[in-house]
């Protein structure tokens, strides 16, 4: 009942939902047969063809789909972040089975059918089209078929790209480890990929399959264009507002959207981006206009620049560095959001651990859980271990920030690293290990914003420097809470926070 109560609660936002998820597949299935039945054709007539696209085809079908994302995000024309992105993605996905099941439909023709279509007289575009192409249709109908169904998967992963769809809902929910936000995205995205394997079913099954298609190919146009029509305004003209993939960078999104929309401006929110470099490379190019970062990632990970400790030495020369990159760096917004090895409360004080030198004795057994930029950044697990002077005997675990948590909850590993403001610690009462060798730069979260965005938009630095200093520490951790422990929406933990502080940006 709490779920049902749930999924009325946000029908709404499901069902815009559903509709960018109907827009990316049906789109993507399109493209995709509009490029493959011809080239399946052209393989059918010229054999030489076949193996290297077929093996292209499948090559592409190998990338793990978030490395194809992540590929093609710095491309020109192609890439970026949006639904233009994920849509190439999903087109380069639909290719195999398309390409392979035309392929294969028409070689099986029975050659003794083709001898009497030529023998009546026919023209080779006759005989494909009159006799060729009907027989070979259920076999190009199942490898339709097969595309759409991948697509509907594939789709919830577009998520990561801001191109929006049921995945949103997913990997919100396991950023906050909400098991309702991850069923309403999950459960709409299996009853599509039903839906779409019954509907293909019953076109192959047809008696006259060739019209059920045509109509099947008509119904899904028209319900592509009232998808579009009824996912929301153009946001044309707006400012962009990103985010990285876990809850306190949702909550920056909201506050920051919040605050531009008070005082007068459309915002497009793209919240919920893959990471780090995804961000980094959107707000280059021109598809962000600002999002938070935090000072050390940038110095470290992002300009690839040796520690510091001192918050003013950081911040000037990341301001000085993000110039001549076409971005503007904004003065902190008065929280410095640092690493943290979290362990469980009962865990670490069963092994006397309460500073990160206190695990020298227990390194070689220990389980740790991290995402696997911290393995590559300059102030990750390289620069630890070497400043501790110790190393973990076992292979660290890498997963999603979301399913770090989780894991370390359910003992499946026995510290995480995280962040200090982290809702989740409190949440399920875990433990921060001090970091008493002083080890991690600071990580002051700051707006960046691309030079170009704010000659679009006239007034957006004044509203972002209205955000500097205001939120502290304990505010943020009491947000990423609110969020984490009590499963609100950021967007209303935003709001509130805003009204309570005195900003703008409390609009319902």
């Excluded at 399946?40 to 499948?58: E, F, K, N, Q, T």
């Excluded at 599509?192 to 298609?213: I, N, Y």
């Excluded at 003013?312 to 990159?325: D, F, H, M, N, T």
């Excluded at 409190?426 to 000659?455: C, H, K, N």
């Amino acid at each position: 009942m709490t779920l049902l109560g749930f999924l009325a609660e946000r029908r709404g936002e499901i069902l815009a939902l559903t509709g960018q998820h109907l827009i990316l597949v049906l789109v993507s299935t399109g493209i995709a047969a509009a490029v493959g039945l011809p080239a399946g054709i052209a393989m059918a007539r010229r054999p030489r063809l076949a193996r290297p696209l077929l093996g292209a085809a499948g090559l592409l079908q190998t990338i793990p789909s978030l490395a194809l994302f992540g590929f093609l995000i710095p491309l020109p024309f192609v890439g970026g972040i949006g639904a233009r992105t994920a849509i190439v993605a999903l087109v380069l996905y639909a290719l195999l089975p398309i390409l392979r099941n035309t392929y294969t439909g028409i070689l099986q023709v029975d050659p003794a059918v083709v001898e009497a279509a030529t023998g009546l007289g026919m023209t080779r575009s006759e005989r494909l089209r009159m006799v060729e192409l009907p027989l070979a249709l259920p076999v190009i109908l199942a490898g339709l078929r097969i595309a759409a169904v991948v697509s509907v998967g594939t789709a919830t992963i577009a998520a990561a790209v801001g191109a929006g769809g049921l995945g949103t809902y997913v990997f919100r929910g396991i950023a906050t480890v909400d098991t309702r936000l991850i069923l309403a995205g999950a459960i709409p995205a299996a009853a599509l990929a039903l839906l779409t394997d019954a509907l293909l079913a019953a076109v192959e099954k047809s008696r006259r399959p060739a019209r059920a298609a045509g109509l099947l190919a008509a119904g899904a146009a028209l319900v592509a264009a009232l998808a579009f029509a009824a996912t929301g305004p153009s946001r044309h003209g707006a400012v962009v507002v990103g985010s990285k993939n876990f809850t306190e960078q949702v909550l920056l999104g909201e506050i920051v959207s919040a605050v531009l929309e008070d005082r007068g401006f459309r915002v497009d929110r793209r919240l919920n981006l893959g990471g780090t470099k995804v961000c980094h490379e959107a707000v280059v190019s021109g598809q962000l206009d600002a999002y938070v970062e935090y000072t050390g990632t940038a110095l470290t990970d992002i300009l690839k620049r040796p520690v510091r400790s001192d918050p003013s030495e950081v911040l000037r020369e990341v301001q000085a560095a993000y110039g001549p990159l076409g971005l503007r760096v904004g003065a902190p917004l008065g929280f410095n959001n640092t690493f943290a090895l979290v362990m469980r409360r009962g865990e670490a004080g069963r092994r006397g651990v309460a500073r990160i030198s206190d695990l020298a004795p227990h390194a070689a057994l220990l389980r740790v859980g991290l995402f696997g930029e911290f393995l590559e950044r300059k102030d990750g697990m390289a620069g630890l271990v070497q400043a501790y002077g110790f190393r973990f005997g076992l292979r660290p675990r890498e997963m999603d920030l979301g399913l770090l948590y989780q894991a370390l909850a359910a003992g499946q590993v026995d510290m995480v690293v995280g962040s200090a403001t982290d809702g989740l610690i409190a949440a399920l009462d875990l433990v921060v290990l001090q970091d008493d060798r002083r080890y991690f730069p600071p990580y002051d979260a700051v707006p960046v914003m691309s030079e170009a965005g704010l000659t679009r938009h006239p007034g957006l630095a004044a509203a972002l420097d209205s955000l500097a200093g205001r939120i502290d520490e304990a505010s943020m951790r009491r947000m990423n809470y609110a969020v984490d422990g009590e499963h609100r929406a950021p967007a209303d933990v935003a709001r509130e926070f805003l009204a309570r502080a005195g900003l703008s940006g409390t609009r319902p």
